[in-house]
């Protein structure tokens, strides 16, 4: 503390004075949290100590290594959006083009909105719950949002890990079962089942085998078995990596955040070897500028960003909760948000190789049924052999061959050319074929590794990578509920976890029956999109604008031990609270001009087809949306009409020790009575005890408060002794501090007429800081 605060002026003055409560609040060495109590005389205060000691007989848990919380972050932050919607998303907008938006937005969204969270929640060391309760009590619902949101997406997300459960166990086998249509045999003649054959070999075993589809969301269809077993086994992985908190997912996050770049690594060599692959790479890379231009591709950029880092979900703020006090939360922020961004190039890298590869074989594959249909035409004489080049060889035709036979025969046959069924063959339109999310897991990535050597080992690496990802990502997701949970109403870890992982499990079997694939794309495309856009304004809001963009920047200068750079203090106030609510708006318009929808597979057609939900869908999708940010508003008005208590004039015995002192030898006359009114926790009407003493400890310092209301009158109160054994009695203020004043009377003395008695009593007028050093002596 400064040589010169008033704490250490007046601790070597011999001087009597009456310490202020804000001087005492800011003495060195905070009192363990344990001893911050409300003790009434006699054997019920006994009791009501032992009861709150006993509930907070366990310290906070904290990350037994730096790495093992960066690694868990990692974990969190980088999922399985990385691996498909990413490198769907290059290729979609611009390729290397979109990497320009992409980046502008995650420095200006994404690192301050990280770093904010992590600030929040290292800061506070509670759940989201916790946190927003108190950055601001009337937007306590934000915490409560971000748990509904993390349960619906824990919901589906787990699905997807169980998918690949299934097909990491099926690759266990040589050849791979998707490599080839299945074949059934009436009686010596062998057919191909008409579904595979009309399809592809990984198509029809992804929405057959696997999912047996249905042809409609409204076609139930009842369970798939092996899928419901398959969810059983990945609820019951996550409930073992999160049963013990960090001391379990910790540990788990070693081997599920490294081993994914381990496997990237491996298919990047491969890939890199495969030919075409660069084929793939330059076309992913090839940069289209016009895409630049394209507000679209900015919205996109934008949400992909959000998602990316796990904003909103309250995971981040939950894994910071277990730091040290002094960690450098900004470091972490920067580090974690470009590792996540160096993992999704990383991954498009390796996915466009794959693709490179693939397209060639389905280039090569279609430049051979094409010279086969040109060759029945050749023979059945309904095209010229003079329109054939005399050098192109159809025992060893190559794609540039092809190409210029299609060209010759496109121009002579221009009037009929359309009957005769023959396809370009170009590589471009192979490359140029968007696939995303599942589509490029299950089916596109899967068909390439059949054509690998080796295939089933490259399978099982791809898949155990899939469920890896999967596994971070839904223990940063299990963490953002039952974290705030537990800090909030103290149930018991073990078993809210457990029950957590039982309740989910059936509610899941609602995404493993035959049309739950349309239900994951409902949950995935809508429940969390908007309501997740709205929590991260909100909590922008809170920190910026309701608790201040300086205090919040003068407290992390404490924490960290340097000031945070000024460019963060305007991305807070100004720039990301506008891009959010643009993104909100667009999303909002996006949502209104294109209705609801999913990609329905057509078993007699053997296709997708694109459907809009039916009415009762509509409304289980509205009401998913309703739910998720249904606690902000409602928290917001109980506590707006006082029907719900903020905690304002209540001991919380969840803020414990280790909590950030401010040095009040900095603050202003305003600071200083909000810090006093902000500690002062909690009082009791001495009325309710009739004669009894009463005493209060202070949250940072047990320092007792005795008021000794036996026979006084009650205007005239003894508030305390000073530690000159001095009595003192309150004074009235000017009628500007009325407020305050009554505030601060009403507290220590809930019975006094404040009103009255300071219209009556009114002397000469004092100081704030005077007043309070008087009144709280």
Request: with cysteine.
């Given at each position: 503390?400064?040589?010169?605060?008033?704490?250490?002026?007046?601790?070597?003055?011999?001087?009597?004075?009456?310490?202020?409560?804000?001087?005492?609040?800011?003495?060195?060495?905070?009192?363990?949290?344990?001893?911050?109590?409300?003790?009434?005389?006699?054997?019920?205060?006994?009791?009501?100590?032992?009861?709150?000691?006993?509930?907070?007989?366990?310290?906070?848990?904290?990350?037994?290594?730096?790495?093992?919380?960066?690694?868990?972050?990692?974990?969190?932050?980088?999922?399985?959006?990385?691996?498909?919607?990413?490198?769907?998303?290059?290729?979609?907008?611009?390729?290397?083009?979109?990497?320009?938006?992409?980046?502008?937005?995650?420095?200006?969204?994404?690192?301050?909105?990280?770093?904010?969270?992590?600030?929040?929640?290292?800061?506070?060391?509670?759940?989201?719950?916790?946190?927003?309760?108190?950055?601001?009590?009337?937007?306590?619902?934000?915490?409560?949002?971000?748990?509904?949101?993390?349960?619906?997406?824990?919901?589906?997300?787990?699905?997807?890990?169980?998918?690949?459960?299934?097909?990491?166990?099926?690759?266990?086998?040589?050849?791979?079962?998707?490599?080839?249509?299945?074949?059934?045999?009436?009686?010596?003649?062998?057919?191909?089942?008409?579904?595979?054959?009309?399809?592809?070999?990984?198509?029809?075993?992804?929405?057959?085998?696997?999912?047996?589809?249905?042809?409609?969301?409204?076609?139930?269809?009842?369970?798939?078995?092996?899928?419901?077993?398959?969810?059983?086994?990945?609820?019951?992985?996550?409930?073992?990596?999160?049963?013990?908190?960090?001391?379990?997912?910790?540990?788990?996050?070693?081997?599920?955040?490294?081993?994914?770049?381990?496997?990237?690594?491996?298919?990047?060599?491969?890939?890199?070897?495969?030919?075409?692959?660069?084929?793939?790479?330059?076309?992913?890379?090839?940069?289209?500028?016009?895409?630049?231009l394209d507000p679209q591709v900015w919205r996109e950029a934008a949400t992909q960003v959000f998602f990316a880092l796990g904003l909103g979900f309250g995971g981040v703020i939950a894994f910071s909760s277990y730091n040290k006090q002094d960690n450098n939360c900004h470091f972490d922020a920067a580090l974690v948000s470009f590792i996540n961004f160096f993992t999704s190039v990383l991954a498009t890298l390796v996915v466009f190789a794959v693709l490179g590869f693939k397209a060639n074989i389905m280039n090569e594959k279609c430049v051979v049924e094409n010279a086969e249909k040109i060759l029945g035409y050749l023979n059945n004489d309904v095209?010229?052999?003079?329109?054939?080049?005399?050098?192109?060889?159809?025992?060893?035709?190559?794609?540039?061959?092809?190409?210029?036979?299609?060209?010759?025969?496109?121009?002579?046959?221009?009037?009929?050319?359309?009957?005769?069924?023959?396809?370009?063959?170009?590589?471009?339109?192979?490359?140029?074929?968007?696939?995303?999310?599942?589509?490029?897991?299950?089916?596109?990535?899967?068909?390439?590794?059949?054509?690998?050597?080796?295939?089933?080992?490259?399978?099982?690496?791809?898949?155990?990578?899939?469920?890896?990802?999967?596994?971070?990502?839904?223990?940063?997701?299990?963490?953002?509920?039952?974290?705030?949970?537990?800090?909030?109403?103290?149930?018991?870890?073990?078993?809210?976890?457990?029950?957590?992982?039982?309740?989910?499990?059936?509610?899941?079997?609602?995404?493993?029956?035959?049309?739950?694939?349309?239900?994951?794309?409902?949950?995935?495309?809508?429940?969390?999109?908007?309501?997740?856009?709205?929590?991260?304004?909100?909590?922008?809001?809170?920190?910026?604008?309701?608790?201040?963009?300086?205090?919040?920047?003068?407290?992390?200068?404490?924490?960290?031990?340097?000031?945070?750079?000024?460019?963060?203090?305007?991305?807070?106030?100004?720039?990301?609270?506008?891009?959010?609510?643009?993104?909100?708006?667009?999303?909002?318009?996006?949502?209104?001009?294109?209705?609801?929808?999913?990609?329905?597979?057509?078993?007699?057609?053997?296709?997708?087809?694109?459907?809009?939900?039916?009415?009762?869908?509509?409304?289980?999708?509205?009401?998913?949306?309703?739910?998720?940010?249904?606690?902000?508003?409602?928290?917001?008005?109980?506590?707006?009409?006082?029907?719900?208590?903020?905690?304002?004039?209540?001991?919380?015995?969840?803020?414990?020790?280790?909590?950030?002192?401010?040095?009040?030898?900095?603050?202003?006359?305003?600071?200083?009575?909000?810090?006093?009114?902000?500690?002062?926790?909690?009082?009791?009407?001495?009325?309710?005890?009739?004669?009894?003493?009463?005493?209060?400890?202070?949250?940072?310092?047990?320092?007792?408060?005795?008021?000794?209301?036996?026979?006084?009158?009650?205007?005239?109160?003894?508030?305390?002794?000073?530690?000159?054994?001095?009595?003192?009695?309150?004074?009235?203020?000017?009628?500007?501090?009325?407020?305050?004043?009554?505030?601060?009377?009403?507290?220590?003395?809930?019975?006094?007429?404040?009103?009255?008695?300071?219209?009556?009593?009114?002397?000469?007028?004092?100081?704030?800081?005077?007043?309070?050093?008087?009144?709280?002596?």
């Amino acid at each position: 503390m400064p040589k010169n605060s008033k704490v250490t002026q007046r601790e070597h003055s011999n001087e009597h004075v009456t310490e202020s409560v804000a001087d005492l609040l800011a003495l060195e060495e905070p009192v363990d949290y344990k001893q911050s109590v409300l003790n009434v005389a006699g054997e019920a205060g006994g009791k009501q100590k032992a009861a709150e000691e006993e509930l907070d007989a366990e310290d906070r848990p904290a990350w037994n290594s730096k790495l093992q919380y960066i690694l868990a972050q990692i974990g969190f932050s980088v999922g399985l959006g990385n691996i498909w919607r990413f490198p769907y998303l290059c290729q979609k907008n611009g390729g290397g083009a979109y990497l320009v938006p992409y980046l502008v937005l995650l420095i200006i969204i994404g690192i301050p909105l990280f770093f904010l969270e992590l600030a929040v929640g290292q800061r506070i060391r509670r759940g989201s719950i916790g946190v927003w309760h108190y950055v601001c009590p009337r937007l306590g619902g934000i915490g409560f949002s971000s748990c509904i949101v993390c349960l619906f997406v824990g919901l589906y997300y787990n699905v997807i890990i169980g998918w690949s459960i299934f097909y990491f166990f099926k690759s266990f086998q040589y050849p791979l079962p998707w490599s080839e249509c299945p074949v059934s045999r009436n009686g010596t003649v062998a057919v191909v089942e008409a579904e595979c054959e009309k399809s592809s070999a990984t198509t029809y075993f992804w929405y057959r085998e696997a999912l047996d589809i249905s042809n409609s969301i409204s076609e139930s269809g009842g369970l798939n078995w092996k899928m419901t077993l398959c969810l059983l086994v990945a609820w019951s992985i996550v409930g073992m990596a999160v049963v013990k908190g960090i001391q379990s997912s910790g540990k788990v996050m070693y081997f599920s955040s490294l081993f994914p770049y381990v496997v990237l690594a491996c298919f990047l060599v491969r890939g890199l070897l495969l030919r075409g692959a660069i084929d793939g790479i330059l076309h992913m890379f090839t940069p289209k500028l016009d895409k630049m231009l394209d507000p679209q591709v900015w919205r996109e950029a934008a949400t992909q960003v959000f998602f990316a880092l796990g904003l909103g979900f309250g995971g981040v703020i939950a894994f910071s909760s277990y730091n040290k006090q002094d960690n450098n939360c900004h470091f972490d922020a920067a580090l974690v948000s470009f590792i996540n961004f160096f993992t999704s190039v990383l991954a498009t890298l390796v996915v466009f190789a794959v693709l490179g590869f693939k397209a060639n074989i389905m280039n090569e594959k279609c430049v051979v049924e094409n010279a086969e249909k040109i060759l029945g035409y050749l023979n059945n004489d309904v095209l010229s052999r003079a329109l054939i080049p005399p050098h192109v060889n159809f025992s060893h035709l190559t794609t540039k061959d092809y190409a210029e036979m299609y060209k010759v025969i496109k121009t002579v046959k221009e009037d009929h050319f359309s009957a005769l069924g023959l396809d370009p063959c170009l590589l471009e339109d192979e490359l140029d074929k968007s696939v995303q999310g599942t589509g490029l897991a299950f089916i596109a990535f899967t068909e390439a590794m059949t054509h690998f050597p080796a295939s089933p080992f490259w399978s099982v690496m791809f898949f155990l990578m899939l469920i890896n990802l999967g596994l971070g990502s839904m223990i940063g997701t299990m963490a953002g509920i039952t974290t705030p949970i537990i800090d909030t109403f103290k149930v018991p870890k073990e078993m809210f976890t457990v029950g957590c992982c039982v309740f989910a499990f059936f509610v899941g079997l609602l995404f493993v029956q035959r049309s739950g694939n349309y239900f994951v794309t409902m949950f995935d495309d809508y429940s969390a999109t908007l309501p997740l856009t709205v929590i991260v304004i909100l909590e922008n809001v809170a920190v910026a604008w309701i608790y201040g963009t300086k205090k919040f920047m003068q407290e992390l200068t404490e924490m960290l031990g340097f000031q945070p750079y000024r460019f963060y203090f305007y991305m807070w106030k100004f720039v990301s609270p506008l891009c959010m609510a643009v993104l909100t708006t667009a999303s909002i318009i996006q949502l209104g001009v294109t209705p609801p929808g999913y990609s329905a597979w057509i078993r007699e057609e053997a296709a997708e087809r694109y459907l809009y939900f039916p009415n009762w869908a509509m409304a289980i999708l509205i009401t998913l949306i309703v739910v998720a940010v249904l606690p902000i508003p409602v928290v917001f008005v109980l506590r707006h009409f006082h029907l719900l208590s903020d905690g304002s004039n209540t001991l919380s015995v969840s803020y414990k020790k280790g909590r950030m002192m401010k040095d009040i030898s900095n603050l202003e006359e305003n600071d200083e009575t909000r810090f006093i009114l902000s500690k002062a926790l909690l009082c009791t009407d001495p009325s309710t005890h009739g004669q009894q003493p009463f005493q209060f400890w202070l949250q940072f310092r047990a320092i007792p408060v005795h008021v000794s209301h036996a026979g006084q009158n009650p205007g005239s109160r003894t508030l305390g002794q000073g530690r000159g054994g001095g009595t003192v009695t309150p004074a009235a203020p000017p009628s500007s501090l009325l407020p305050t004043w009554c505030t601060i009377k009403h507290l220590f003395l809930p019975n006094a007429s404040c009103l009255s008695d300071l219209l009556r009593d009114q002397g000469e007028g004092m100081g704030k800081s005077q007043m309070l050093r008087t009144a709280l002596g």
